[in-house]
């Protein structure tokens, strides 16, 4: 999108008035294959019958099915794989179809155009692309390409535009964060990544997500102890408990080893926020192996989790594997390890009940614009739980988002809180609200449809 805008492109969420139509797609499951398909399809209609000149595919579908896409959508006109982002003002303007397919060995950098689709206060750096991992139900790899590093200097710059941009929270992500800068001769990479991005001022919260279990190394855990700017927070996919099931996912370890890093973390990070989350119904996956799962869930007692249901790709490694557990099975498990969670996520969070906490405001709800949300350190963006504010006031003085304030917390459920503002803290003068960037005159324009709100990071 920034590459496109910066050639003088409109960008419009509305897929019906725009010339030229991208649809960026997933293909990890064959949920997320569908759903892009089903866009894919969505869109061509759009070509037909609408104002849509043009039709582009990009992301990771393409990486799987760059001739198929082209052959069985005819409206579709060029691919761009998850390597050729950098190609995709060509694909626009028609210079390229299809490119022979190729490992994608894209990286983005400091200086690489990009427009930000999340809220301002609250903006997601990639600091590494791909993974090295052989877990064999994950196809990651074959999509995305090998490990590779943004350079350190690159991303502390790019979180230094962006908190001078606004934004309160930073979330690191890439397939593979915790093995960040061993490609670069990096030893500890991602606690020196962290210290260094604890310094930038304007920043209420780094956090990174995704920790690889065998990854953590106690400097790490020391590194997130002892910076304040440092989200109390870890996100750890430990994917399943039973040595059987993750030697089958070429995973290795076991529960007794995970709940020990656990304690470790725990005493590392004061107060720390868990996160993870499991795969249920692998292959080979008996009911035993299940109730160790779910004991390891008890014994656990982590704040938030994950439960996917095994989905069968066809050219994962797990494939090939025999002994697949019917659906029925596989549901009935995750419904079963989520009873689990809800418990214990009940109870953590009635422990909050009538404290005041730090949060970070995000804004009127997506559910109900009546009511607004914010965030605690330990809730990261979009995947755990939130607060529901019930009175934004203060003193005559309402609540912006971004705004950092202190949250009465009234009531609790079983994911999310319910609480009240009593306190907004000082605005910094870069956090002040202040009116979005606005677009180029849109006489000179193409238009380009997204499907996300859009705002441009100058
Ligand atoms: S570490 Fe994550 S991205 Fe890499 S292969 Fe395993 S599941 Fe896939």
């Given amino acids: 999108m920034g590459i496109l805008a910066r050639e003088g492109y409109e960008l419009t969420p509305r897929a019906d008035e725009a ?4 649809v960026n797609t997933c293909s990890f499951i064959e949920p997320a294959q569908k759903e892009s398909v089903d866009a894919i399809l969505e869109m061509a209609e759009h070509k037909k019958f609408g104002a849509a000149k043009r039709l582009i595919v990009a992301g990771c579908l393409v990486e799987r099915f760059r001739e198929q ?14 390597g050729e982002v950098e190609r995709i003002l060509e694909a626009v303007q028609g210079g390229l179809r299809v490119l022979p397919a190729e490992p994608p060995a894209f990286l983005y950098h400091d200086l690489t155009p990009r427009i930000i689709t999340t809220p301002r ?41 962006l908190a001078a941009g606004g934004a309160r929270e ?19 990479g991602l606690a020196q990544l962290l210290a260094k991005l604890a310094k930038v001022e304007d920043l209420l919260w780094v956090r990174f ?15 997130l102890g002892a910076h304040p700017r440092l989200a109390k927070y870890m996100d750890m996919p430990l994917q399943h408990a039973s040595r059987n099931v993750l030697a089958r996912m070429k995973r290795g370890s076991h529960g007794d080893a995970f709940l020990k890093l656990l304690e470790r973390i725990r005493a590392s990070i004061p107060g720390v926020s868990l996160r993870t989350s499991f795969i249920v119904g692998f292959p080979g996956e008996t009911e035993a192996d299940f109730v160790e799962l779910c ?39 995750r419904n079963g390890l989520m009873a689990i969670q809800k418990k214990i996520s009940r109870e953590k969070l009635r422990a909050l009940k009538g404290r005041t906490e730090l949060a970070l405001v995000e804004g009127p709800s997506k559910d ?28 005559g003085e309402a609540a912006v988002a971004g705004d950092v304030v202190r949250v009465e917390i009234s ?14 803290l000082p605005r910094a003068v870069s956090r002040e609200p202040r009116a979005i960037q606005s677009m180029p005159p849109a006489e000179t324009l193409t238009r380009i449809a997204t499907g996300a709100p859009l705002r441009v990071l100058s």
Wanted: with cysteine.
């Fill in 368 to 395: 109900n614009p009546l009511v607004w949300e914010a965030r605690l350190e330990g809730m990261a963006p979009d995947i755990d739980g939130k607060i529901y504010l019930t009175d934004i006031e203060i003193g």
């Fill in 411 to 424: 009531r609790t459920d079983a994911y999310d809180l319910i609480g009240r503002v009593v306190e907004i």
């Fill in 69 to 82: 896409i082209l052959e069985q959508v005819p409206e579709v006109d060029a691919v761009v794989g998850t």
């Fill in 295 to 333: 004991d390891f869930v008890r014994a656990a007692n982590l704040d938030w989790m994950g439960v996917f249901e095994y989905s069968d790709v066809d050219n994962a490694g797990s494939h090939a594997l025999d002994e697949k557990i019917d659906a029925e099975t596989i549901t009935e498990r």
């Fill in 121 to 161: 206060h609250a903006a997601y750096i990639k600091i590494a692309e791909g993974c090295d991992h052989p877990c064999t139900f994950c196809i990651i790899p074959q999509l995305r390409g090998k490990f590779r590093s943004r350079r350190f200097e690159s991303v502390v710059r790019e979180a230094e535009n």
């Fill in 209 to 223: 997500l995704y920790a690889y279990p065998n990854r953590v190394t106690q400097k790490l855990l020391d590194t």
């Fill in 19 to 22: 010339e030229v139509l991208v």
């Fill in 170 to 188: 930073i979330t690191l992500i890439g397939q593979d964060t915790t093995s960040y800068g061993e490609d670069l001769g990096l030893r500890d």
